[in-house]
């Protein structure tokens, strides 16, 4: 039962894992998207 309790707690760790990965690379493209925008806006003015 432990056993099985640890396996649950490590898949969850995995989970939490690729979550934190996939929003965090998304946060950095729209965060370097946005940059981009402002730089070439900035640009035009």
């Known amino acids: ?6 396996g649950g ?8 894992a690729v ?3 996939a929003s965090s690379f998304t946060a950095g493209a729209f965060l370097t998207y946005k940059l981009h925008r402002n730089k070439t806006s900035q640009q035009h003015l």
Request: glycine share 12%; hydrophobic share 60%; aromatic share 6%.
């Open 1 to 6: 039962m432990i056993q099985a309790q640890e």
């Open 9 to 16: 707690i490590i898949q969850l760790i995995g989970y939490a």
């Open 19 to 21: 979550i934190l990965g």
